[in-house]
Structures are given as C-alpha cells and as structure tokens.
C-alpha cells in the first residue's frame, strides 16, 4: 500500500530518484532544438566523444564483444558510453525505468582489472557488454514496478533467473527499461514512470510492452536488450522502432523469477524472454550463447535443448504470407513484404506464397487464454496502487472481460493442440524452413491507437519463433489509398482508416517477421542471417 | 452404444477372436502341469524349437538388430519365433488384447525380401525388431479398448504418432497388451479382456497400467515394449515383473494419438510413453532411436531434443534414498536397496545419503492433478459401457473425487513448479549425477492389493527420467518382521502388513529406481548402464 503518498506523489519520487542518477554532465541543453525524429542528438548534443559516438554507433553486441578480446575497447570505456547514450535516450524518449550507471561502470572496471590479473583465462561469451533489462527483470535494489504505483519503493532482494545468468556469463547490467502499466498493451505509458516515446518520430508510439528497450535500442543507447513476449511485446517494439528481435521458443532463455501482472499458476500461452538488438547475428549470439550455457541450471523449468552449431548450408524454402485473411496492411506495409518477398525471389530464394489457416479461431483461443481468471488479479494490483487506468489499458476494458472455468480452459486448450497439430503439418507439407510475413498490419501508430496483434501473437499460440529485421521506413510515395482497400470487414476497416498519409508516418520504420518451426531456433537464426544480408546487405 | 450385448457377451467375443488369432500347433497342450513360476514353460513346452528358444531368449533388442544385420537372423523367423512366444505368453498369463501375428509375420518377409533387393541401402535403426504396444497405440483395424467396454468393435483407422515412427524405423509390430479397466490402477484387470497374472508368480499382480507388457515381456514373449506412465503404469509393471523400463521425460517420445480415459485437454501432470525390455542397453538404445529420429515429425507436442552421443565417462555421483518419508518398504526391498548401495560403494562409486523433501505435498498435488475433472469423464465411458467397475477401480473411489475450479487448478500448478524448483535446487546443491531409490514399497502384491505410489508418482509430478534395474527376487530369508517397522502412520501400517511372509510372494521380482535430472535422459542413460553392469554383470 502507499500509505499517504498519491500515485501522483509516487510517480514524482521515482523520476526525480531516476533523474538523480544521471550525471549533471550527462544533461542535454535546453537550448537544443529538436525535430520529429531524435535519433541523430547523440551526434550532435556535445556530451558524448568522437570515440563514444562510435563505440555506440558504430558496433553491435557482436563487435563489443570481439573488440573488448582484442583491447580495442576496455569493458569500462564502453560501458560509460553505453551509460552516457542511455542517459541521452532517456532525456529524449522516457524509455528508462531504474537506472544503475555507477554500478555498472564499477564492475566494468572490474571486469577489465581481472582480465589484467589473469590474462589466461577463458574469456566469457558476454565479457563486458552492457545488456540491458525490461523493467519486470529483478535486480537487488532495484524496484520491479511494471509500471504500477502497486510494486512501487519495493526493491527487489534476489536476481531473477537471466540477469543472473547474464552476470555469470560476463555482462554489465546498467538500466532497466519502461513498460506498459500492466505490461497489457503495446504503448508503454504508465503513472509511474509516463510514456516512452518512438525516436524516429515522437509523435508516435515507441510500443510495447517493451516499449523502453525498443526506444533505447533505436538510440543505440543499448545494442542488446531484454524484453518479453506473450503476444508481440518483444516484436512490437522492434516493429515501432526498426531494429532487430527475436521472441524465441518457449522454455529456451530464462524467464523464472520476474515481476508479473499475471495470477501465479495460470496455464495457457507460454510468455518468453527474448533479445532486442541493432543486428540480426547479436540476436544468434545471445541464443547461442545461452543454448551453451546449461541455462536450465538458473531455472527450472528451461528445456535442456543446446546450440549445435550445425547450421544448413543450403538457400532456405520460405513461404510469403501477405496478410493474415483478418487484417489488411498499411501501404507502406504492404510495399515493405512485397519489396522483401521480390528480393529473395532475385536472389534465387525457394518461394512459396502461403495462406494462414484458421487464424481467428487461433487468436480467439489466445484471448481466452490470456483472461483466464477475467483479468481480476491485474485488476486488484491497479485498485491496490489506488491509480487510474491509463488510456491504452481502459481500452482493453478489463472489468468487461469474463473468468473461464477449467471446462472452458480444458477446451481452448484441447482446440489449441488441434491447431498446432494442423499447422504442423502445414509447415512440414510445405516443406518450409521459415515464413516470412508482416509483423502487424500497422507501422508504429499514433499514442494509444496500437491495434490488431493477429500477425504476431498467432506465433505466441503455436509456439514458433518469429524474428523481426528492419527494411526500411515510411516515404512519402506510400500513399494512403481508399478504404476499399481494407478486405476484412469492420474491425479491419476501422484499423486501416489509422493510415490517413504518410505525413503522419513520417520516419515510421517498416519490418518483416520471419517465423521458424517450434524449438527450431537455431535453424531460424541460420535462414533469419541469410535473410537480412539479401535484404540490407545487398 | 453396444447394443443389446452385455459387457459378458461382448468380452466373450472379443476374447474368442484373439484366441482364434494364435495357430493351433502354438496352443499349450491342456495336460502340461503348471507350478505358481511359468517363466520357463516357453522351454518345455514343445511348441518353440531349439533355435526359437535361442532366439528370444539368448538376446536383447541389441543383439536381435544386430543379428538381423549381420544376416545370422531372418526377421521373418525372429518375428515368427516372438510371435510364437507371445502366444505362449498369453495362454499362461492373459497379457494380450489386440493380435496381428500373421500381418507380422508377413511384413517381417517384406522386410527381408527388401534387404534383398536393396542389399546397400542403409539400415533402418529397428529394422526387424518385433515390438508389443500397450494396447491404448492406435493400430488401424485393431481395437484400443484399453480396458473398457465402451471401446470395444470401434478399430481404429489411424496409427498413433509412435507405432507409425517404428514403423518407418523397422520395426515390426505383431500384438498389444493388456491394461486395467480405465487404465488407472495398477492391476491389470478388466471386463473385456479379464486378468493378465504375473509370470513369476501366478497369485501376483502383474502391476499396471502396462501389465500386460510387462508380463508378456518376463516371459520373453516379447524383448521390446512400449508402455505409458503417468504415475508409474511403465515402472510399477517392471517392478512386478522383473525386467528393465524406463518413464522418459515429457515430450520425447510421441504420444500423440492415443486411445485415453482422461477428458481432452486436461493440464497437469504430463503422460508419457517409454520402453520395456529385457536390458537397460535396450530402453537406451531405443531412446537414441527416438531422439535421433526427429520424432517431433510425428508428434507436434514432441520436445527437439536430440541424441548428443556425448556421454560422461567419469563414475558418476548416487544420491541414495532408503525410503521416501511416507511409506515403509517391505523387508526384501530394504534389502535390495541396501544391497544396491553397498555394490556401488565398493565398486567406488560417489554415494551420499538423501532424504527427499515434501514427498507428501507433492503427492498431494499430483493426486489433485490426476482427478481435475472429478474423473467423471472416465465415469461416463464406464456408465456408456454398461459395466461394472473391477475391483481395483472400485477401490479408487472415482464418485467420491470432487472436481476442482481453475482457481484450484492454478494454486496447485504455482506451487508444483515452487516445489519443481527446490528439486531443481536440491539436484544441483548435491550435485547429482542420479538418484538410487526403492520404486515402490511393496514388491508385486496380491491381487488388487497394490497400494502406494508416492516412489514413482514423485518423479511424474517433478517430470524426472526414471529407469527400472531388476536386481533379484524374495528370498526365503527375508522374514515378516513386526508391525514395529512400519514407521510412518496408519496407511503406512496398513501397507506395510501385506508382507505376511515371504511364501505369499515367492519368487517375486526385486528392483531399484534409477532417477536423472529433467530432460537428461541420454545422461541418466550412461549412469544406469554403469550402474546396471555393477549390480547385474560384476
């Protein structure tokens, strides 16, 4: 409970606290003007060096990583340029949470002085990078609010079960990054920390639920980062903000002790963690990396599945999906799938254009799945904080929302497993390695207009990894087009008429999702590096 | 429906169309004197000849694969030998219900006429290989009544997911075997199929749910099966019968597509298929086959979990459970325990002493688990059934169950995963390679007399790999002792006095339960060869 204080009160502590804990040196002038699109200031803003630019701008995790082994780089000097970005992506976009620079630097120090000690020994695959963590990750200290007054000035006592890992494993933790009151919805905006804004153009959303490590990873405040994922909430970000994620299979990466909107024990789809970076092979290195690192010794219920490093040589078979039959892209898009899928067939890649099947009765089993208790329990957690609900969960209209009985459940579940079986069999019919679709039918929207998850929590409901790659961004060629276009119906029609023009989009990054089979993670990552290097490096 | 027939007309047909699937000249002369021991009847009795003797009971599944190959066996005459045995089997104990000798028979003459023509094409894992099913394996044209009236003249039309990967794998399937009446208890009785009876004692349960394979496996009737375990049903026949099994973790091997009494889509406690077999190497070798075999083809719930063939040469680390804190083994299975660790210890084998923590709650849960639905769905296949219910189903009390809410449901999966996690801890802390206990605290009893099942239920709820090892049988020395030695309570009294002496269970089999951590099969299976060539082979 919060005594006295007012959620108001709260909220005003904690940023003043968060605000405290950026050096006055870090501060951006005043005087500095700034446009839609922010993501150039670190450049510009005169607090960060010629070599922290590059450090930051220049090199992905992968690049850290390497150039730290070869003393290029010391583990402290990029660690306080990783720090001094954040805290310019912060004063820019809100998308930091809690803040733990100081530390950080003092371990990076750290790190550096033991490799002077010994020089022999094995380096550890995340020597020195700094990683940072969605805010529902617990580190000692430090609260876990998930944007609720609710879990407010009540610091955690032990590390959940990755950021344990990722210390064991050599990296630096250094923020934890804003969420969605509830982490329920896809625009990361709450009463206690406010809303994180889209650095390619802040009048859009940065999205969510890890809308904090989006924002911060298109500032290269970070260039790898933690997110989760029970319906797109790695991927809606990266979609919002242009970079690189990967929701993984369930069971792979470490997800046990964080904080959750959720009742203990509820059954149904499987929420992951999962990295958000600014390369396709920084995510590989981090599923590598945690496939080798026995990761089920940090948490119990982890599969035992391991990197073989036997990745197929041979061009991938992929299949093209161009909407999901319920809702119908944006142009830009549209342009974005048709503009890839063209790519890969110049490039000699097996393409095979794909229908989805059954895609509304999956998301209407993944809804009942997600409601399972009727919301009550995240409901009493805002009642408890004695704060309002903020617009995107009003609405949600969770009050609205009926419990199921374990019939119900038993149900939805048994239908489930008919699903999966049936799109199983579609993929090993097909013959696929991967299917490439749009990751949502919207580009970033504006605040609070975050619409139609179909596109990404189907693969939630199968349980299959899905990767978002970047290719681009809104032009002004994208014109919006009648609303004849909308296919679907109603609700399409009404989530298509958000693409009024271009102007509205301006800068709004545009994504492709590539999908791979169930616990196939290691194939995905081999198709998603061949992918990404037809469409961005060729 | 089953029309104007009664159960007893229904059974009476089902059971005259077996016995007319086993050739005249395979049928036991009436004149042939039995003892309480038919083990070695199939060896006296006249209908195997000398080299059919040889070939089922000289050999494991190893040694018949690999006989197959090097052209010393035909798998004709192999399939046609097994055939002959089960047959055999059957007349002395009941433990069949579906025949398909003469399809066997037939395919194993296509298979060699294959090699044949194909004299280099690669061999096929169990090319040849006879293997008995549980009868809940669908077989198209076969029934899987699994015991209950209601299912009975309903074949099949499709294969479960594991008989068609054998089948693509080689084997040759000739018979299913017999389970108790729903296929929740362990004595393997019901009103289609009557009693099987154990082989080593005829006045001995033959365990179950999988009693018939584990009978018909003693007898060598069969040297590979495949059971389901979801308390114990693939163990408690093992131990009833003398021979090796192995409960698999979740997910690796196919389970999709049987015949089952639980109502669909119910969560909880996972069940699963493992092998039974005269040698450990066997159940290894067949868990190898599976994991190598991309069973996840066939199976869309299969984990990807593969063979790594990187197994640990050091002498592993044995925590030794004496007994599980809730019920009192009997004399002779104190001593087999005892014996157990005593050879490991001086083969110098890492032995530490455990006590297991919250047996009884965990136990509670898995029970909770079982009967969600308050068993009425496996009441109504019953009631449609017309039948009554057999005495050890009875016993159960299935209208006395409540049936749980989800809010029920999900306190108790949250605090089986708390529970999952201090195992896991536990395992670590101790550093454990496996764990050494009794499976059961009772021998096979009498009748309807099988009791607790907390030594193999604790590793279904934990979702634990555990090996059944025979190591001996009921000695003459080993004395009722009094009532004094039953340590904990009255249902552990009650156990405890079915030991009356060790007349009532003459020749009864003496095991041990070797468990590995989660999902290490391939690991656990490396510790239970050594461990088995130390009590069986030194």
């Known amino acids: 409970m919060a005594g006295d204080k007012t959620y108001v009160d ?12 950026i050096r006055d040196e870090w501060k951006i002038s005043p005087k500095l003007k700034l446009g839609h699109n922010v993501l150039e200031v670190p450049k510009i803003c005169g607090i960060l060096t010629e070599r922290e630019i590059a ?19 010391t583990a402290e000097e990029v660690t306080l340029a990783f720090c001094k970005r954040a805290a310019i992506a912060q004063q820019l976009t809100n998308c930091l949470t809690e803040i733990c620079f100081e530390d950080a630097i003092e371990r990076a120090r750290q ?20 990683i940072s963590l969605k805010d529902s990750f617990n580190v000692p200290g430090l609260d876990s609010t998930i944007g609720m007054t609710y879990f407010a000035n009540k610091p955690a006592e032990e590390y959940s079960a990755l950021p344990r890992l990722l210390l064991d494993l050599g990296a630096v933790l250094y923020c934890k990054t804003n969420v969605p009151q509830t982490m329920m919805t896809a625009d990361s905006d709450n009463n206690v920390w406010g809303r994180t804004l889209n650095p390619s153009n802040l009048k859009l959303t940065a999205g969510g639920s890890s809308g904090g490590e989006g924002s911060l990873v298109a500032m290269r405040g970070s260039v790898l ?7 797109g909430s790695i991927r809606i970000p990266a979609i919002c903000n242009g970079i690189y994620s990967a929701r993984p299979s369930s069971g792979i990466v470490p997800f046990a002790g964080q904080q959750s909107p ?18 396709s092979r920084a995510c590989s290195y981090f599923m590598k990396t945690i496939m080798t690192a026995q990761a089920w010794r940090y948490d119990s219920s982890c599969l035992h599945l391991r990197w073989t490093g036997e990745q197929s040589k041979r061009k991938p078979r992929i299949g093209v ?17 048709r503009e890839a899928a063209q790519k890969l067939r110049s490039a000699g890649i097996d393409i095979v254009e794909l229908r989805l099947p059954h895609v509304a009765e999956a998301l209407g089993i993944t809804f009942g799945m997600f409601a399972l208790d009727g919301c009550k329990f995240v409901q009493n957690l805002i009642n408890e904080g004695n704060e309002p609900q903020v617009e995107s969960v009003k609405r949600v209209n969770l009050a609205s929302i009926p419990a199921s009985s374990l019939a119900d459940y038993m149900r939805l579940n048994d239908r489930r497993h008919q699903l999966q079986d049936i799109y199983h069999k579609f993929w090993i019919e097909n013959q696929l390695d991967a299917i ?3 990751p949502a039918p919207q580009t970033a929207t504006r605040f609070d207009e975050w619409g139609p998850v179909s596109y990404t929590a189907l693969w939630n409901f199968l349980d299959y990894p899905a990767i978002i790659i970047p290719t681009g961004r809104v032009r002004e060629s994208d014109v919006a087009d009648g609303e004849d276009s909308a296919l679907y119906g109603e609700a399409d029609l009404n989530n298509y008429k958000l693409y009024d023009s271009p102007e509205t989009y301006q800068d709004a990054p545009l994504t492709v999702q590539i999908v791979g089979m169930r616990q196939e993670d290691e194939a995905l990552a081999g198709v998603v590096e061949f992918v990404d290097n037809i469409l961005n490096r060729s």
């Open 262 to 279: 959720e009742v203990p024990g509820m059954p149904g789809i499987e929420v992951v963690a999962g990295p958000m970076a600014t390369s």
């Open 111 to 130: 790190l550096d002085q033991d490799r002077v000690a010994n020089p022999s020994a094995p380096w550890k695959p995340l020597h020195g990078l700094p």
């Open 321 to 337: 999906v161009l909407d999901d039959g319920l809702y119908t892209p944006f142009p830009p898009v549209r342009r974005a799938i």
């Open 10 to 21: 709260i909220s005003r502590a904690k940023c003043e606290q968060r605000e405290r804990l």
């Open 225 to 231: 980062g933690i997110g989760t994922d029970i319906a």
């Open 436 to 438: 490439m679709l749009p």
């Open 55 to 73: 450090i930051t701008g220049d090199n992905d995790a992968v690049d850290i990583i390497e150039k730290i082994r070869s003393q290029a780089f």
